[in-house]
């Protein structure tokens, strides 16, 4: 009966001496697969026309449209899209998963899991934003770089 109550208290341990690194992955795992799907939002929102004919009436319907109203001054309206709302999440729990990955690094929690968390957070920003994900790649490191100078073994 001792043994039973050490183990959980030995997994529960071992799971609050990790948390950064499993959030960290959870949250770059999660980041990463709405990043994958969010091509396929706008997609399914506007499926593409089926045959030729009905491009060319679509086309001519809008250039007839064009040609025919008179140009009415009208305040354009900034609208997200649903597909926006969805990359820019990904990218933030992307961001997050390999932020507390970092953070996991720092505090010596599991190196695998902390570089697994950041690879991951960082696959996920640069599916949508390759040059944010450069920014953030060596905001990273060098915030790495720098917390390990202030750890000592």
Not at 1 to 24: N, P, Q, W
Not at 61 to 71: A, C, F, R, Y
Request: net charge positive; proline share 5%; hydrophobic share 50%.
């Amino acid at each position: 009966m001792d043994t039973v109550a050490h183990i959980c208290d030995v997994e529960a341990s071992v799971f609050f001496c990790r948390r950064f690194g499993l959030l960290g992955l959870s949250f770059a795992i999660l980041g990463l697969a709405i990043a994958l799907i969010s091509p396929l939002i706008e997609d399914s929102r506007h499926p593409p026309p089926t045959n030729l004919s009905s491009v060319l009436t679509e086309t001519a319907e809008q250039i007839k449209e064009k040609l025919t109203k008179p140009d009415m001054p009208v305040e354009p309206r900034r609208r997200v899209s649903v597909r926006t709302i969805v990359m820019i999440s990904g990218s933030v729990l992307g961001f997050l998963g390999a932020a507390l990955g970092t953070a996991a690094w720092g505090r010596r929690e599991s190196t695998r899991i902390a570089g697994i968390a950041v690879a991951l957070g960082l696959a996920a920003i640069a599916w949508n934003y390759f040059l944010s994900a450069v920014i953030a790649a060596l905001a990273l490191f060098l915030l790495a770089w720098i917390l390990s100078h202030f750890t000592h073994y």
